[in-house]
């Protein structure tokens, strides 16, 4: 019981702290209600339930690094490295600098910080790959300077992402479907406008839940995965 509200104590200062985060208003609300929020940087203590949960990460300053490479079929690699893995897509959005997901781990054998940390060094390996075919050293040298010196003794040679990453169990169907929402209005918001409407964004899971057919990545019902029985 000390622990737990140890923890909670932690929570409400570190919301309170950082109005910027995306689920702040939820987080508050959820804290309310009793239960620890998992909305947190990579670094907080790891998760290891299954679930299905809405994540964010976001290329380093947010550089449009995915557009510049045309980089999307990294993502479309990582998905695959999970669904091999017994896990579920159920929605997502590749924007030119951030990726939202929806995603249903399935009895996760590493916590789930671990594997969402693996798939970023992954995409970001491919990224400066991409960057040294196409001959942007410009990009590099930037990449370059922004490791910290503690990582670079590490063997870190580029900084491709934001060092933490969003994440919020989906507890509810309501909540569900906001965040479908929110992902797939995304291209279409402040100043992105890379569509006409939803569906008709390529890298995103709209298609499917707008007219029932599959986009450029197969995903499954975000229902269904929320009715599943984790047992």
Not at 28 to 42: A, E, F, N, T
Request: aromatic share 14%; hydrophobic share 40%; net charge positive.
């Amino acid at each position: 019981m000390l622990i737990r509200k140890l923890v909670l104590l932690f929570y409400k200062l570190y919301f309170f702290f950082s109005p910027s985060l995306l689920h702040r208003d939820s987080a508050i609300r959820d804290m309310k209600k009793g239960y620890v929020p998992l909305s947190m940087p990579v670094r907080i203590p790891h998760i290891h339930d299954s679930g299905l949960y809405f994540i964010t990460f976001t290329n380093y300053k947010w550089l449009p690094l995915i557009e510049i490479t045309n980089g999307y079929q990294l993502i479309y690699n990582w998905f695959d490295h999970l669904v091999k893995n017994g896990h579920e897509i159920a929605g997502y959005v590749i924007m030119p600098n951030h990726i939202h997901a929806l995603i249903g781990f399935n009895k996760p054998k590493q916590s789930l910080n671990s594997i969402i940390g693996n798939g970023k060094r992954f995409i970001a390996y491919g990224i400066v790959q991409l960057l040294k075919d196409s001959g942007r050293d410009d990009v590099l040298v930037e990449l370059t300077k922004a490791v910290q010196p503690g990582d670079g003794r590490r063997g870190k040679k580029h900084e491709v992402f934001e060092p933490s990453f969003d994440i919020k169990e989906c507890r509810t169907l309501a909540f569900i479907s906001q965040k479908l929402g929110y992902i797939h209005n995304n291209p279409l918001s402040g100043k992105w406008s890379l569509a006409a409407d939803t569906i008709s964004y390529p890298h995103s899971s709209a298609m499917f839940y707008e007219t029932g057919e599959q986009g450029l990545y197969s995903v499954t019902n975000a229902a269904n995965i929320f009715d599943k029985d984790w047992a």
